[in-house]
């Protein structure tokens, strides 16, 4: 099993920047792709950005491109969700998951998850 552990949430302006960090631990060796999804009051969880772990490809939704920017650190096993000119509709729990077998931004496709971490972007 991996274990995963969202960081870096909390409360900022429109057009403000927040970093999120996903800490993976146990069997990192099996991640081959991590991803963020989303989800807000009411509404489905949506994908977010994912990357591939052993080359750093990387893909977003629409809605973020050019605003967030997906890392990784092998060596620590984390992976980073920088997010700039965030937005009121940006608010939302962000969830970092880990899939063994593919990179798709299809959530059911995922192994393990965190528990969340909130964003709040303020109008």
């Known amino acids: 099993q991996v274990q995963v552990v969202e960081s870096g949430g909390g409360l900022v302006q429109a057009g403000g920047s927040l970093r999120l960090s996903c800490a993976a631990s146990?069997?990192?060796?099996?991640?081959?792709?991590m991803g963020w999804f989303r989800q807000a009051p009411g509404k489905e969880r949506q994908f977010v950005a994912s990357?591939?772990?052993?080359?750093?490809?990387?893909d977003y939704a629409d809605s973020v491109k050019g605003r967030f920017t997906i890392s990784r650190d092998n060596t620590g096993n984390t992976a980073y969700l920088q997010m700039n000119s965030l937005k009121p509709e940006d608010t939302a729990v962000y969830y970092c998951?880990?899939?063994?077998?593919?990179?798709?931004?299809?959530?059911?496709?995922?192994?393990?998850w965190g528990q969340g971490t909130q964003v709040t972007v303020s109008s």
């Open positions: 998951a880990t899939d063994s077998v593919r990179y798709s931004a299809a959530a059911e496709n995922y192994d393990f």
């Open positions: 990357i591939k772990w052993n080359d750093g490809r990387s």
């Open positions: 146990g069997r990192t060796f099996s991640i081959f792709a």
